[in-house]
C-alpha cells in the first residue's frame, strides 16, 4: 500500500517533488533499519545472558547453535526479522517454544515496529522513485510541445496493444464515424523536416482499417498531434493524442514478433471455432476466454455492466486459477502425496509440475494480453508456483501482496489504474473476507457450498462498489444474486474455451465440438445478465466522485455491521430480503405510492433523453405509441420501464437523424412490438438502414407513414399532418428536419401537436396545408426549442403548455431564450427535460396538468399557470411547495380555458 500510493502521488508530482521525497526518504529508511539492527542486537545480548545464568550443558548448547550476540547460523537477529516479516513467516521455523528464552515475534516489539516502518518506508520510496522516472517520460523530448502547437506531424510508432472500435454515438442530429482508438509508443517523429527519435507513449485516433494491426507492428502515419484531454487521468496517459488524417489503411513499416503472430492465430482460431453458435454465445465466448469482447453487442455489454458481472469479460485471475487447478489440483493438495490434477494422473514431478505452469502463465499473459487484472493474476500465481518449487507453505495473501507490489514497481501507472485497483480489492476480499463469511453463514445453518459462493460474491461487491460509484455514479442491486447464478458455469465455460483455443490450430472440428459445449454455459451467463439488467430496479443511481465513494463505503460498513445481528433473526432476514425484491422488481402500484411516478392518468409523457426526443402516447394499461426513441438505448428503455410500458403497437419515427432513431434497439428490448412507421425521405441513408436493420432482427415490419393516415387505440387518436406525398413540395425534400413527421394527437380531451424538428419553411408550408388547424392544449416544441421557429404558427396554435426535449449542457443552445420567451408571451407554460426530467401530461378539456420528475421530487403545472415546484423552468405562477404524486388543478375556467382569440 505504501509504494502503490507513493507511486500514484509521485506520477503527478513535479520532478523536484520527487527528488527531494526520495532524498529524505532513504536516510530515514537507512536510519530505521540501523536502528532495527540495534534493537536485535540488545535484545539478543540479553537473551543470550539469561540462557548462560542458567548454566550447565543446556546454556553451552544455546549459545553454541545462536552464536554470540544473538546470532543463529551467524545472521543477526534484527536482519532475521527483517527477512521473516517480508516473506510473512513462511519459512516454517514456527513460534518459540515457550521458556526457550527466545523473542517473542517481532509484531509484537519495539523492534517489530521498527522494522516495519522501516519496510513500509522502504517501499514508498521505491515506488515514488521509479514512478518519478516514468512519470517524466511524459514530459521529455518534442512530442509535449508539437502536441500544445497541434502540429501536423509523420510519427513512426509502434502498436502496443489491440486497436479497439469505439462505441458509436449520435452527436446531436449526426451519427458519429466510427473510427479506432490504439495505444501505441512513438519512435520517430518528423516535423518541419527534422527528424527525432523517441520513445513517448501516444494514443491514435485511426480510421477502421488500422483494427486488425496486432500489438508490435510498426506503423507510419500522417496527422496532427493534440493534448489528452485527460492528461492526469486513471491509467497511464498518454504523451499526445495523434488523430490520423485521411482514410487509407495504415503503412506497415514493420510486422508483428512472431509471439504475437501465434497468439493472434489462437485467437483467430476461437473466434473461427465460435462462428456456428448462437448470437450471444458468439460474442460471449471469446470474451470469456481471452477477454476479446469485439463482438460484445452494446446491449449484452450494457447489461453485464448493470448486473456487476463485467469481470466475467475481463480476464483475471479466476481465468488462471481454473487453468492452474486443472494443471495442479486443488492448491490444498498439491504438495502432498494425494495430490490431484492432470499433471498428478500423468505422472509428472511436483517441481515440474510448478516449472510447467511457470511456462504457461506467460503464455497466458500473451494470448489475454497483458491487461491490469491478467498482470495482477500471473504475478500471484507466479509467487504461488515458486512457493510450490521451493516446498515453502502457501499463503495467498502475502502473495497477492507480493503481486501488487511487483507489479507497481515494474509498472507504476497500474497505481492509478482502476482496473488494477477492483482487481486487487476483490481477490484481497475474496481472501481476507470471505472465509470469514462463509464461516459465519455456515454456523447459523447455511450449507457449505451456498456459504461459499454467497459470502464471495458479497465480499467483492463490497469492496468493489464503492470504486464503482466514484467512476460510474450507481450500484447495482442485482450484482450479488446474478453472480451467484452465473458463477457455476464460469468454469465449465473456460475450461472447454481454452480447449476450442488450443485445439483450433490443429484440429478444428474437435474445436468447434468444445466451442459448442461452451455455449451453453456462456448462453447462461447472457441470460442472466439480460434478465437481471431487464429488472427496473437493477441500478440504483449513487453520487459520484470520491465523497459518494466515501459515502457508499460507509453505507457498506454499517449494512455489515447490522447484518451480524440480522442474521439471528430468521424474521428479520425475510423482512430485508422482501425490502431488497420490492427496491429491484418495482411493482408499478407500489413504484407510484412512493415516488408519485408516473402519475395516475397520464396522457402524454416526454422521456428525458437527453439532446433528442423520445415521446410516449399512452394506449391502456401497460401500453404506448411511441414517437421517436432518442439518441440512446438505455435512457428510452428505462423511461418506459419507469413508465410501465411493455406493449408497443407502433413506433412512430418523425425522421432519421441519430437524436430521433438510435434509441430504437431500447424501444424494441424486450417488448412486444407492432410496427415501427417513418417519414417518406430516407435520409441519411446510414441512419436509415439502422432502422431497418434493428426493426428486422426484432421481426417488426417497417412502413412509410402517409399524409391524411389516421388511428386509433382505445381513446388515443392521432393523423399524420405532414410530410405530403413525395414530389409535391419542395420544402418537405430540403433535408430531413423538414421532412420530419408532424402528428395531430387528441386523447380524451387533449390536444397535441407534435412538430418534430421542422424548420420555419416547413413550420408555414404546414399551417398552409391545413388552414383548419386548431388550438392545442400541447405543443412539442419543434427541433429541440431552437432558435428557428415560425411566430405566426405559435401564434396560431396558442397552446397552453410547451414542452421542449433537449438535452442538459448541449453544445446548441438549446432550447433558445428567444423561443422560451415567445411561448411564456403566448401564455404557455413550458416545460424542458434538460431541467426538469421526464415530463407527464394528464387530464383533457378545461383541466390538465403537467408533472415533471425533476431531481427535487415531483412538480406539477396546471394550464396556464405553474402552481407547484420550486425553481422550475416553468417561469410563471407561484410556488406551493413540493409535490408527491399528485397535481393540483383548477378549478375554476378562468385560470385553464383557452385564451381568447385576438379582437
Known amino acids: 500500500m505504501a509504494a502503490w500510493a507513493a507511486a500514484a502521488a509521485a506520477l503527478t508530482a513535479t520532478g523536484w517533488t520527487v527528488a527531494a521525497a526520495v532524498g529524505a526518504g532513504v536516510p530515514a529508511a537507512g536510519a530505521l533499519v540501523v536502528a532495527a539492527l540495534a534493537v536485535g542486537a540488545r535484545g539478543g545480548g540479553a537473551a543470550s545472558g539469561r540462557r548462560g545464568l542458567r548454566g550447565g550443558p543446556e546454556g553451552v548448547r ?126 520517430e517523429v518528423v516535423a518541419g523536416g527534422a527528424a527525432t527519435r523517441l520513445r513517448t507513449p501516444v494514443l491514435v485516433i485511426a480510421p477502421p482499417s488500422w483494427a486488425g494491426l496486432l500489438p508490435s507492428t510498426r506503423v507510419r502515419a500522417e496527422g496532427r498531434l493534440a493534448l489528452p484531454s485527460r492528461a492526469a487521468g486513471s491509467g497511464r496517459p498518454p504523451a499526445a493524442v495523434l488523430r490520423v488524417a485521411g482514410r487509407e489503411p495504415p503503412v506497415v513499416v514493420g510486422g508483428p514478433s512472431a509471439v504475437q503472430r501465434v497468439a493472434a492465430r489462437f485467437r483467430a482460431g476461437l473466434r473461427d471455432a465460435t462462428d456456428g453458435l448462437a448470437p450471444d454465445a458468439r460474442a460471449l465466448l471469446p470474451g470469456l476466454v481471452v477477454g476479446d469482447t469485439s463482438r460484445v453487442p452494446e446491449d449484452l455489454d450494457d447489461a453485464f455492466r448493470a448486473t456487476g458481472m463485467t469481470h466475467l469479460l475481463a480476464v483475471s485471475g479466476s481465468n488462471l486459477a481454473i487453468l492452474l487447478a486443472v494443471l495442479i489440483g486443488p492448491p490444498h493438495l498439491a504438495a502432498r502425496a494425494e495430490r490431484r490434477g492432470l499433471a498428478a494422473r500423468l505422472g509428472v514431478p511436483l517441481r515440474a509440475t510448478a516449472v510447467l505452469g511457470a511456462v504457461l502463465v506467460p503464455g497466458f499473459v500473451v494470448v489475454c494480453r497483458p491487461e491490469p487484472s491478467v498482470l495482477r493474476a500471473a504475478a500471484c500465481g507466479l509467487v504461488l508456483l515458486l512457493a510450490l518449487a521451493t516446498g515453502r507453505r502457501r499463503s495467498l495473501l502475502p502473495a497477492l501482496a507480493a503481486a501488487a507490489l511487483l507489479l507497481v514497481l515494474y509498472d507504476p501507472w497500474l497505481a492509478r489504474s482502476p482496473g488494477f485497483l477492483l482487481s486487487v480489492l476483490a481477490t484481497g476480499a475474496l481472501l481476507t473476507l470471505a472465509p470469514r463469511w462463509s464461516a459465519a453463514l455456515q454456523r447459523r445453518g447455511a450449507p457449505p457450498r451456498l456459504s461459499e459462493a454467497l459470502a464471495a460474491a458479497a465480499a467483492a461487491q463490497a469492496v468493489c462498489a464503492p470504486v464503482i460509484a466514484v467512476l460510474a455514479e450507481r450500484v447495482s442491486l442485482v450484482a450479488v444474486p446474478c453472480n451467484l447464478l452465473a458463477e457455476a458455469v464460469v468454469a465449465p465455460a473456460t475450461v472447454l474455451g481454452f480447449a476450442a483455443l488450443a485445439l483450433s490450430p490443429v484440429a478444428p472440428p474437435v474445436a468447434e465440438w468444445c466451442a459448442w459445449l461452451a455455449s451453453w454455459p456462456a448462453s447462461w451467463a447472457a441470460t442472466v445478465a439480460r434478465t437481471g439488467a431487464d429488472l427496473p430496479g437493477a441500478e440504483l443511481g449513487w453520487p459520484g466522485g470520491w465523497a459518494g465513494g466515501l459515502l457508499l463505503a460507509a453505507v457498506t460498513a454499517a449494512a455489515v455491521l447490522a447484518a451480524r445481528g440480522l442474521l439471528r433473526s430468521p424474521w428479520a432476514c425475510a423482512g430485508c430480503a422482501l425490502l431488497l425484491l420490492a427496491a429491484v422488481v418495482r411493482p408499478a402500484p407500489l413504484t407510484r405510492a412512493v415516488t408519485g411516478w408516473p402519475p395516475p392518468g397520464w396522457r402524454l409523457a416526454a422521456c428525458d433523453v437527453g439532446q433528442g426526443d423520445a415521446l410516449v402516447l399512452a394506449a391502456g394499461e401497460g401500453s404506448a405509441v411511441v414517437v421517436d426513441a432518442g439518441p440512446e438505448p438505455r435512457a428510452v428503455d428505462r423511461c418506459l420501464r419507469a413508465l410501465g410500458v411493455d406493449r408497443v403497437p407502433l413506433v412512430l419515427l418523425s425522421h432519421f437523424h441519430a437524436d430521433h432513431v438510435d434509441g430504437l434497439p431500447g424501444v424494441l428490448r424486450g417488448r412486444a412490438v407492432g410496427a415501427v412507421e417513418t417519414t417518406s425521405l430516407a435520409e441519411p441513408p446510414g441512419r436509415a438502414a439502422f432502422v431497418r436493420r434493428e426493426a428486422g432482427r426484432a421481426h417488426v415490419p417497417v412502413t412509410t407513414a402517409r399524409p391524411g393516415e389516421r388511428g386509433r387505440l382505445g381513446e388515443l387518436e392521432w393523423e399524420v399532418l405532414w410530410p405530403p406525398p413525395a414530389g409535391t413540395s419542395a420544402v418537405a425534400e430540403e ?119 425533476a431531481s427535487t421530487g415531483i412538480q406539477a403545472f396546471t394550464g396556464r399557470r405553474a402552481l407547484a415546484g420550486p425553481g422550475t423552468s416553468a417561469g410563471t405562477g407561484a410556488s406551493t411547495g413540493r409535490q408527491r404524486g399528485r397535481t393540483q388543478r383548477c378549478r375554476t375556467a378562468a385560470r385553464c380555458h383557452h385564451p381568447p382569440p385576438e379582437g
Open 62 to 187: 544455546g549459545e553454541a547453535a545462536s552464536g554470540p550476540a544473538g546470532r543463529r547460523d551467524g545472521v543477526p537477529a534484527g536482519l532475521r526479522d527483517v527477512a521473516g516479516s517480508v516473506s510473512g513467516a513462511q519459512g516454517g521455523q514456527g513460534p518459540p517454544a515457550p521458556g526457550s528464552g527466545e523473542p517473542a515475534a517481532a509484531g509484537g516489539s519495539p523492534r517489530g515496529l521498527v522494522v516495519a516502518l522501516a519496510a513500509v518506508l522502504l517501499c514508498a520510496v521505491a515506488g515514488a522513485a521509479v514512478a518519478g522516472l516514468r512519470g517524466a517520460d511524459l514530459r521529455r523530448g518534442p512530442l509535449p510541445e508539437l502536441a500544445r502547437r497541434q502540429a501536423e506531424v509523420t510519427v513512426e510508432v509502434t502498436v502496443t496493444a489491440d486497436p479497439r472500435v469505439t462505441r458509436p454515438h449520435a452527436r446531436g442530429a449526426v451519427h458519429a464515424a466510427p473510427a479506432v482508438v490504439a495505444a501505441a509508443e512513438a519512435t
Open 735 to 853: 433535408g430531413p428536419n423538414d421532412a420530419s413527421l408532424a402528428l395531430l394527437v387528441r386523447s380524451g380531451g387533449l390536444t397535441a401537436l407534435l412538430l418534430g424538428d421542422l424548420e420555419p419553411p416547413a413550420q408555414q408550408a404546414l399551417a398552409e396545408a391545413h388552414p383548419a388547424l386548431p388550438a392545442v392544449d400541447v405543443l412539442k416544441v419543434a427541433h429541440h426549442g431552437s432558435a428557428y421557429q415560425d411566430p405566426q404558427l405559435m401564434h396560431r396554435l396558442r397552446p397552453r403548455l410547451a414542452v421542449v426535449s433537449a438535452g442538459a449542457g448541449n453544445p446548441y443552445g438549446h432550447p433558445s431564450p428567444r423561443t422560451l420567451g415567445a411561448l411564456r408571451e403566448q401564455g404557455a407554460a413550458v416545460v424542458r427535460t434538460d431541467t426538469d426530467g421526464p415530463v407527464a401530461v394528464t387530464g383533457g378539456g378545461r383541466e390538465i396538468a403537467a408533472v415533471t420528475k
